[in-house]
């Protein structure tokens, strides 16, 4: 295993939740890094991205302004607040091909195993 997401559990409506990405055997301070998500029964879409300095990021619309992506050494973080309960789903972590952080999700080569996030009503 490269990549080790956590920090995923149970919280209610407009909690916050700090996720960790924790890379391993190998370094990725230079490749541009994201976070992912799951839902059951959809399929994964891109949550934020990260450029190799942590100097550009992204957001999808429906998590701006209340998630925000950094990186530190070679671990990238998610930290969520005013969760909803759409946010529930499986959270993953990846690394990809480029240094600049790509929306493309297929552009994401090394992928952790995923952490759970639940958000309670």
């Known amino acids: 295993v490269q990549l080790q997401a956590s920090g995923g559990g149970l919280v209610q409506a407009g909690g916050s939740l700090r996720l960790s990405c924790a890379a391993s055997?190998?370094?990725?301070?230079?490749?541009?890094m994201g976070w992912f998500r799951q839902a059951p029964g959809k399929s994964r879409e891109i949550v934020a991205t990260?450029?190799?300095?942590?100097?550009r990021t992204t957001y999808t619309d429906s998590v701006k302004g209340r998630f925000t992506i950094s990186r530190s050494q070679n671990t990238v973080y998610l930290q969520m607040d005013n969760l909803k309960p759409e946010d529930t789903a499986v959270y993953y972590c990846?690394?990809?091909?480029?240094?600049?952080?790509?929306?493309?999700?297929?552009?994401?080569?090394?992928w952790g195993q995923g952490t759970l996030v639940t958000v309670s009503s």
């Open positions: 990260i450029d190799w300095n942590g100097g």
């Open positions: 990846a690394a990809g091909r480029g240094s600049l952080g790509s929306t493309d999700i297929a552009s994401y080569m090394y």
């Open positions: 055997r190998r370094t990725f301070s230079n490749n541009g």
